[in-house]
């Protein structure tokens, strides 16, 4: 099976823009969950779908939004763009919403906002 | 809410000794603590996960084991090899969504 995909890999935006990310999980997996990697807090959880609902969320603000399609492919978006936004996002999807799932992640998305 | 600490940040070693990577949760209801590896610009891999109804799970040079009354999970790394580099990460998950540690960046110097 392909494994999970993200797009784009790279993006440079200015702060104020607003960018979405897209992800496509593993065929068959239903459940998407968005992560933030930073140097200085490292992986940090933003949120989670399931059958297009989002069923666990992080303490992110809320220009931090997320969606998911009836495909399970997910989107986040992120609008105000701020400096300290600046870091690898990751997504990771498994086969059930559920604590205790393994979770599979993507190769994720580097965003720098200048 | 749950908290995870990882010990060492940094470890190196010798080719062929062994490497131990200790992590302490706080959430007693935490039931589920896989350890993913990251090598320099790739994706986090799984490369080994235990439940809490397991005290020790092995995988060829890799293990890891579970004290659920001392709240403690280590990765240990037997072996090791040169291409065991990279940064890997604990996590811990029960009642809520999986809570990582900070990362060891373990060097295996040939």
């Known amino acids: 099976k392909a494994g999970v995909t993200q797009t784009p890999r790279y993006l440079i935006k200015t702060r104020g823009q607003q960018v979405t990310l897209s992800c496509s999980p593993i065929?068959?997996?239903?459940?998407v969950s968005w992560y933030q990697q930073t140097p200085g807090q490292g992986l940090q959880f933003l949120f989670e779908y399931f059958s297009e609902t989002q069923r666990n969320k992080g303490n992110f603000p809320g220009r931090f939004s997320g969606r998911q399609f009836s495909n399970s492919r997910s989107e986040m978006n992120v609008s105000t763009l701020e400096l300290g936004d600046s870091a690898l996002y990751l997504c990771?999807?498994?086969?059930?919403?559920?604590?205790?799932?393994?979770?599979?992640f993507g190769p994720g998305t580097r965003l720098l906002v200048l | 809410g749950e908290n995870v600490e990882q010990h060492p940040s940094t470890l190196s070693v010798q080719e062929g000794d062994s490497a131990v990577i200790k992590c302490t949760y706080s959430?007693?209801?935490?039931?589920?603590f896989p350890w993913y590896k990251q090598e320099l610009g790739k994706r986090p891999q799984l490369i080994i996960d235990i439940r809490s109804n397991v005290g020790e799970k092995k995988d060829q040079r890799i293990a890891v084991t579970l004290n659920k009354t001392a709240k403690h999970f280590s990765l240990h790394i037997t072996e090791t090899q040169p291409e065991d580099s990279a940064v890997y990460f604990c996590?811990?998950?029960?009642?809520?969504?999986?809570?990582f540690g900070k990362g060891t960046r373990l060097s295996v110097i040939a």
């Open positions: 065929s068959g997996h239903r459940s």
């Open positions: 959430d007693s209801a935490s039931n589920y």
């Open positions: 990771a999807s498994s086969f059930l919403q559920g604590f205790g799932e393994t979770q599979y």
């Open positions: 996590a811990a998950e029960g009642n809520t969504p999986l809570v």
